[in-house]
């Protein structure tokens, strides 16, 4: 008799438990349309998902089912696939070797490779003149003292070094740097302007990395002025390596403007050549960036001896890609996951084919053929995702034991890269990693709530297309309310679940 009163006791709580989570599962809802009713952007199309990972419950759905715009949450799916292809022990090799008197540098796909922020954490730490010093030495000290030329093998991606829907006039800013089989710094300058001694003169400046060919022909049209702050850039041609200083300088920027490169191939390899002239070994006659070029298609080494290996792990590429939103890291993971799969040079179309067949596996074939992939980045505006299949897609992530840590933890939280702003008022009791997202009217913010006592999480996706502009503060503010209310619901259950087991 006293087994049956405790049994039908145990069931009476979880069933008041269960009830009082439906009502809160209704509140949810009601608040999520309540504050898209509140944030009073009519013109906006508003999609939101929000699902209990533990289990599968629909907390929120609003036009969940309706493809959108992504903007960066696409890294979400661009990151996620390739740990899943790739292994989340995959490393990227950039390998210096050998063929005779040439020098042979074959790369991998490395977006990483000669990045500051990778450097930074190596050990023993490295800076930039480091790194290629390193090389250099590693080369000479071989016993090689003459080069006939340096070829720079690229193929493992295609030549299309520029999505074609990337933003024409933008494709000198770092965000829309072009994508090539070697990579080096981001494929980007780092320019540092100083005021002259007397106002009206032209300011001074450096680059990273220091390239004297290339200051000597930077055009300086900016002006050294004694009041108002920096303002200040930097336009390279479109077509050539050919920049142009522009604006007022007041104080020394610490803070560099960065600039894409025009085939960033052959340029970084005239980078490497001209290193090694300065370390002693010569390339060729006279100037060594002559003796540069990229291999043929179908050409191929017959004896290769490695020299150096510069290795990136793929889990520092995904943290850099989602935290800091590195367009450059996610279109060289799809390519990689491309070219791995196809067995042939990695290329937008073959990588997005990789996605969709990842999407296929793990979320069924409905949600590979609703979801549109373009590019891995979320640059491109022809990316369609629907918020209902960015949940799945975390929820997937959050159950798969393998892959949940490299891919959670390479979310921001408050404070944190894209985050770092965000969130600051809006009181959270629960850890949030998410990724955020913008392009021109598109505002985006997908990730996790996570209750780490309890290990219950929740997935949320919020997607406005068609902002009006100025309205982006109003995008924003909304995504902080519907998460609030996620936040307010997992809290809940902590509560409630508490209260089950004491009594």
Not at 138 to 150: F, M, Q, R
Not at 282 to 296: F, I, K
Request: net charge negative; hydrophobic share 40%; with cysteine.
């Amino acid at each position: 008799m006293s087994q049956r009163t405790t049994h039908g006791g145990a069931l009476g709580a979880v069933v008041a438990l269960a009830l009082a989570g439906a009502s809160v599962l209704a509140d949810v809802q009601r608040d999520v349309e309540r504050a898209i009713a509140r944030a009073a952007i009519p013109q906006a199309s508003v999609g939101v998902s929000i699902v209990d990972v533990t289990d599968g419950r629909v907390l929120a759905s609003v036009d969940a089912g309706a493809p959108k715009i992504p903007a960066s949450n696409m890294k979400l799916l661009t990151t996620g696939a390739a740990l899943d292809v790739l292994g989340d022990d995959f490393a990227f090799r950039t390998e210096f070797s050998l063929e005779g008197d040439r020098l042979v540098v074959v790369g991998s796909g490395d977006p990483a490779f000669g990045d500051p922020a990778i450097l930074v954490r190596s050990e023993p730490a490295l800076s930039l003149d480091a790194l290629l010093d390193a090389i250099a030495k590693a080369i000479k000290d071989s016993g090689t003292d003459v080069l006939g030329e340096v070829v720079i093998d690229d193929r493992v991606f295609d030549r299309e070094l520029i999505h074609d829907q990337w933003p024409r006039d933008q494709l000198d800013r770092h965000y829309c740097a072009a994508l090539s089989g070697f990579t080096f710094h981001r494929n980007v300058i780092d320019f540092f302007p100083r005021p002259a001694a007397r106002t009206g003169d032209q300011p001074t400046f450096t680059i990273e990395p220091e390239m004297p060919w290339i200051s000597r022909e930077i055009v300086n049209r900016a002006e050294t002025v004694a009041t108002g702050s920096n303002s200040w850039g930097v336009l390279r041609d479109m077509s050539e390596n050919q920049f142009t200083l522009f604006g007022d300088i007041r104080r020394r920027s610490e803070a560099p403007v960065r600039v894409a490169i025009h085939r960033p191939g052959s340029f970084w390899g005239e980078l490497l050549a001209t290193r090694l002239q300065s370390a002693g070994v010569t390339v060729s006659n006279g100037d060594p960036r002559a003796h540069v070029r990229l291999a043929e298609p179908d050409e191929v080494f017959a004896d290769l001896r490695p020299l150096v290996v510069v290795s990136t792990p793929i889990r520092d590429i995904v943290r850099l890609c989602n935290a800091d939103s590195v367009n450059l890291f996610a279109e060289a993971l799809l390519k990689r996951m491309g070219a791995e799969v196809a067995k042939t040079s990695g290329s937008w179309e073959n990588g997005s084919a990789v996605i969709r067949m990842v999407l296929a596996e793990r979320l069924g074939p409905d949600a590979a053929t609703g979801t549109t992939i373009s590019d891995g980045s979320g640059m491109s505006r022809l990316n369609q995702v629907s918020p209902r299949t960015f949940t799945a897609w975390l929820g997937e992530m959050w159950n798969d034991s393998t892959l949940r840590e490299p891919f959670v933890s390479s979310l921001p939280t408050r404070g944190e890269g894209t985050l770092d702003d965000r969130f600051q008022r809006t009181p959270l009791d629960n850890e949030i990693r998410a990724k955020s997202g913008f392009i021109n009217h598109v505002y985006t913010l997908s990730g996790y709530l996570i209750d780490r006592e309890s290990g219950r999480a929740v997935a949320f996706s919020i997607l406005l297309n068609d902002v009006p502009m100025g309205q982006g503060w109003k995008a924003k503010r909304l995504h902080e309310q519907i998460v609030q209310a996620a936040d307010q619901w997992l809290s809940e259950q902590a509560r409630e679940l508490a209260e089950a087991q004491g009594g």
